[in-house]
């Protein structure tokens, strides 16, 4: 069975701490992608790789940095946390041509105090 | 700017049917998903299109007019485990996934 697995279903964080947020994947895929989901409001991409190493904003980056250095893992760091990035936070792989076919991890419930 | 709208919440009844509606506004269109997602837990793939017409699975089907900018997602024979935020999401001119706030679905016996 597929699975996108996220390190943490939930964290409590003080504000301006670091805080890491890992997702692995298990099905090969090329693509993978960082998301915040909050109440009434749609997915938001954070950043996105298409391949090892390789990194793309997505719509809200600002405070979120992003490392893939192997394939199956892609890691969300937020260098100082602060209140208002208190969400759920869900990491997502897709394989190359349909793109739009995600496959979602969990989700990681951060809150930040 | 890019918009998707669905509604925020629906009722139905166990057994019977309920049409959830997602209109978009985006810059170019590559295709229009569907997604389940259960409270608590991930969201999961239910139904791709990107041609007009209706694509049936089972229970589910899904409907889209590329010209009105519309779909729907249209569930039949309602169980309760069908109680979940159903998301409309569409694939834009530069592949990247515009997403719709979701609609709440409740079930009621």
């Known amino acids: 069975d597929v699975k996108v697995t996220q390190s943490s279903r939930y964290l409590v964080k003080r504000t301006g701490e670091k805080v890491f947020l890992e997702c692995v994947q298990d099905?090969?895929?090329?693509?993978m992608f960082w998301y915040r989901q909050d109440p009434g409001l749609g997915l938001r991409l954070i950043y996105f790789?298409?391949?090892?190493?390789?990194?793309e904003k997505g719509d809200i980056p600002e405070g979120y940095s992003v490392s893939r250095e192997k394939k199956e893992r892609f890691s969300l760091i937020l260098e100082s946390a602060s209140t208002n990035q208190t969400s759920m936070y869900l990491c997502?792989?897709?394989?190359?041509?349909?793109?739009?076919?995600?496959?979602f991890g969990e989700g990681s419930r951060l809150t930040v105090l | 700017g890019q918009n998707i709208d669905q509604p925020t919440e629906m009722t139905a009844t166990e057994g019977a049917i309920v049409q959830i509606n997602c209109t978009y506004q985006?810059?170019?269109?590559?295709?229009l998903f569907w997604y389940q997602q259960h409270a608590g837990e991930a969201p999961t793939f239910l139904s791709y299109?990107?041609l007009d017409g209706l694509e049936e699975k089972g229970r589910f089907s899904s409907f889209l007019s590329r010209s009105k900018g519309y779909s729907y997602l249209l569930l039949k024979e309602l169980q309760m485990k069908d109680s979940a935020s159903y998301l409309c999401?569409?694939?834009?001119?530069?592949?990247?996934?515009?997403w719709g706030a979701g609609t709440k679905l409740i079930i009621k016996p």
């Open positions: 999401a569409v694939l834009d001119s530069n592949y990247q996934l515009i």
């Open positions: 790789s298409y391949d090892v190493k390789m990194k």
């Open positions: 997502a792989s897709s394989g190359t041509g349909h793109t739009g076919e995600l496959f």
């Open positions: 299109n990107v």
């Open positions: 985006t810059s170019g269109f590559n295709g």
């Open positions: 099905m090969d895929h090329e693509n």
